[in-house]
């Protein structure tokens, strides 16, 4: 049956096959969004093919749910065909809101508040660990993607070994750091703004591939965002200062350690997909991206505890080559 008859399907079995049906516009992943209105109410239809894996998406929002944050409510599921009914948060995500004007220190910090709560959940039943092997799935992306199209040359076997060893040092370096869920994608994009209540007010999205890990990944994708310019620093100092005050048993160091870490590992991760998305998936629209990301990674290299990758990195990829790859740009 065409994929198109099963959605059908599914819209019957719900009652809105004649309710109106327009598709949302992509974003990089292979989901796709329809906004569905029957004239008494609005939802959100996703469609989730493999890869997608649906259920994750229903796992973490009830978890969210429970512990008092703003997941869409789930009305109907079809996990075999890869399809949910969600409630429809609207269209004011933070984006909008801040290209609007409104005041951005309150905007991030109603995003930093649901963080807060986000830190706070201890029932994860069913959530995978940020571990090794996707830890390596994040970065396997820069070496296949990245740097054969910004250098012409694959890495040697040696040079990914010496990577790898780097990593594996980095990585464990941080397991005392503060872990708990991780949304893995937290960005401005992502978080639509609510006619609620304190850290409600922050709608979360796209949280299907949360993992309990380093809690202070969820704070760089948002405070060290791909697609938007770098925050003031007494910004984000406030950010963390709000962040921790509310953690008081967190390390602070070693929070930030990881930090750190994390930063560069996801600004890594994103110039590999960036990549990959227009040589592999024909979009190009994030290559413009690319030179802003590179920026924000190479703020974090002058630590000490960076200074082995920094050494790696000036060895296979020189600054000469940290931009976007020639020949890629629209």
Known sequence: MERADLIRLFLKKNNLDKANFSWLPSDASF????????????????????????????????????????APEIYSTDFENGFILLEDFGNKDYSSM???GFNEKELYKTAVDALIQVSK???????????????????????????????GEKLSSKELKSFEKIWDNLFNSIQDAPFGLVLNDFHMNNMMYLERKEHQ??????????????????????????????????????????????????????????????AVKRHLRVIGVFVRLKARDGKGKYLKHINHVWKLLENHLDLPYMNDFKTWLDINVPKAYRKCPDGLEE
């Open 31 to 70: 989901r796709h969004y329809a906004r569905i209105n029957d004239g008494k109410k609005s939802y959100i239809f996703m469609d989730a093919p493999p890869p997608e894996i649906p259920e994750q998406f229903a796992l973490v929002a009830q978890i969210l749910c429970e512990n008092g944050l703003s």
């Open 201 to 262: 007010i922050c709608g979360l999205l796209d949280f299907q591939d949360a993992r309990i890990g380093p809690l202070a990944y969820d704070m760089v994708s948002f405070i060290e965002d791909a697609r938007r310019s770098e925050l003031p620093e007494d910004l984000k100092e406030y950010l963390f200062a709000r962040y921790l005050e509310n953690n008081p048993t967190y390390p602070k160091d070693l929070f930030m350690k990881s930090y750190h870490i994390m």
């Open 98 to 100: 801040l290209s609007a």
């Open 121 to 151: 959940i201890k029932k994860m039943d069913g959530i995978p660990l940020y571990d090794r092997n996707w830890l390596f799935e994040g970065l396997s992306v820069f070496c296949d993607w990245f740097i054969p199209h910004a250098t």
